[in-house]
């Protein structure tokens, strides 16, 4: 990390968020044997994805999707948000879908940018947010979470 930024100091604008990146990181190293109750569903196929779906119209749950890649920064800096949030939101859906695991669904919701959370409510997308916005996605949740 130190060496990344003694090698590129004309970047100010890239600093902080490289050290905000880093300090997230470390973090979750840190933490990284405390065990979460959050129950985030990672799919693993379009199949299991659809089923999922199709379940959610009989609900009346809220379901917040996360399209995230294994490469993307704001995407595993978000990861803890995601855990606290499906801790504090029990009746939550919290499904995690890799853009380069399920390209097709990634496709099918017109994801272009990572992270992209979709909120989906009786099988049907209710709103979107593109980007690492924590405050933002959780006054969604909260704004939907008990919609009809």
């Not at 939101?89 to 099918?108: G, H, M, N, P, S």
């Not at 709103?127 to 008990?146: D, N, P, S, W, Y």
């Amino acid at each position: 990390m130190e060496l990344y930024i003694k090698a590129f100091p004309n970047i100010p604008k890239i600093q902080p968020k490289v050290t905000s990146f880093h300090r997230a990181t470390t973090k979750r190293k840190r933490m990284g044997n405390k065990a979460s109750t959050a129950k985030i569903i990672e799919m693993q196929s379009a199949s299991q994805w659809r089923a999922q779906l199709e379940a959610s119209k009989q609900s009346n749950k809220l379901l917040v999707v996360d399209f995230s890649a294994t490469w993307c920064g704001p995407c595993k800096w978000m990861e803890p948000v995601i855990e606290e949030y499906a801790n504090l939101y029990a009746d939550v859906e919290f499904i995690k879908i890799d853009v380069d695991t399920l390209e097709d669904v990634a496709r099918q919701f017109k994801v272009e940018a990572m992270p992209t959370f979709v909120l989906v409510k009786k099988g049907k997308e209710i709103c979107r947010l593109v980007g690492a916005k924590k405050t933002e996605l959780q006054k969604l949740i909260e704004k939907h979470r008990f919609d009809n």
